[in-house]
């Protein structure tokens, strides 16, 4: 007998996992072969941003330009414009759309009535499978300075009509609090997850010891939603360039650009209304790059401050 295999494990490699986990990795290719075709695949395109792209010429055809599109790009002040509002939108909605699920979820854990709990969740649940074209419709209506029931109600206790979609001061408070109404319910999901997963002796020696509500959030609820808040954060800032398309290409208009037009309309018109593919590849190429940065540097500092909570 060989005294050094003695107590050693044995390896678990390729074939034990695949004999083990096998129908789990069936499962996830389907996914697998998602993310390649539609995610991956198309990154190879990225070289127009750095060649005078030509349709009859092709991607390969093309001539190279090096950074001229970029240099461009920085000297625009259309793109200076749009940039200052991505960021300035995005961190609205850092500053404000990030806590709201978490508030939210807290306060669904505190409720002690399940029927009326289901009832607020399936609610607020709701918005996030309704399409931006819906909810921008909805809204536009709503917020109607003419027939809107908002201003209706603002008119009916004597004030003024706010042309919410149409104001350069208005518009952007009004993207970040319609943005938060349709997300807050579903983000709450992870939180209220990990909530459930909370011991429940925890509460109760908390109770023995004489503390109420408040203080059993503070330091039991919320040291135990650590780890999932610094994952979302990571993910929150890395995304910071991503100033939500889909609501702001379906609520704003031509006299809200200087404070709506955001990268990604701008890369919309760019690419798909001016034509202009190696431009708008650019404006894409460079809010990725901003994106990563973003990701290393916010989780490297997570990490340190958090005492490994990061996402790797």
């Known amino acids: 007998m060989n005294i050094a295999r003695v107590g050693r494990k044995p390896k678990k490699g390729f074939r034990y996992n695949m004999k083990i986990y096998g129908y789990y990795y069936l499962l996830l290719f ?5 993310f390649g075709i539609f ?7 990225v070289i127009i941003a750095f060649k005078n792209f030509r349709m ?8 190279w330009v090096g950074m001229r599109h970029f240099q461009i790009l920085f000297r625009q002040p259309k793109f200076l414009e749009v940039l200052s509002n991505t960021v300035t939108i995005s961190l609205a909605r850092l500053i404000f759309g990030f806590p709201a699920p978490i508030v939210l979820a807290l306060l669904f854990n505190e409720v002690r009535s399940q029927r009326y709990m289901r009832l607020v969740q399936s609610l607020s649940y709701l918005p996030h499978f309704m399409s931006w074209v819906v909810l921008g419709g909805i809204f536009t209506q709503l917020l109607s300075p003419g027939s809107g029931a908002i201003n209706q109600l603002i008119q009916f206790f004597g ?27 579903w983000g709450s999901i992870l939180y209220l ?25 503070l330091y039991i609820t919320l040291p135990s939603l650590s780890g999932i808040i610094s994952l979302q ?6 995304g910071i360039m ?24 701008y890369t919309y018109r760019l690419g798909l209304i001016d034509f202009d593919y190696s431009r708008s590849t650019a404006v894409g190429l460079f809010k990725n790059g901003i994106g990563f940065i973003l990701l290393l540097s916010v989780n490297a500092l997570v990490k ?5 909570n990061g996402i790797w």
């Not at 979609?165 to 993207?175: E, I, K, S, Y």
């Not at 990990?194 to 109760?204: N, R, T």
């Not at 954060?233 to 890395?238: F, G, K, P, R």
């Open 30 to 34: 389907p996914a697998i072969i998602w």
């Open 159 to 185: 004030g003024q009509p706010i042309y919410f979609l149409a104001d350069t001061r208005a518009f952007v408070p009004t993207l970040i609090v319609t943005g938060i109404w349709a997300g807050i319910g």
């Open 56 to 63: 009859v010429d092709g991607i390969f055809g093309s001539a």
């Open 242 to 265: 991503n100033a939500g398309f889909d609501q702001v290409f379906n609520m704003y208009n031509p006299t809200v650009y200087s404070v709506a037009d955001i990268l990604d309309t």
């Open 39 to 45: 995610c991956y695949a198309p990154m190879g395109g």
């Open 304 to 308: 340190r401050l958090s005492d490994g």
């Open 233 to 238: 954060l990571i993910l929150s800032v890395s």
């Open 193 to 217: 997850a990990v909530i459930s997963g909370i011991d429940p002796q925890m509460y109760e020696a908390a109770t023995v010891e004489g503390a109420n509500r408040w203080q059993k959030c």
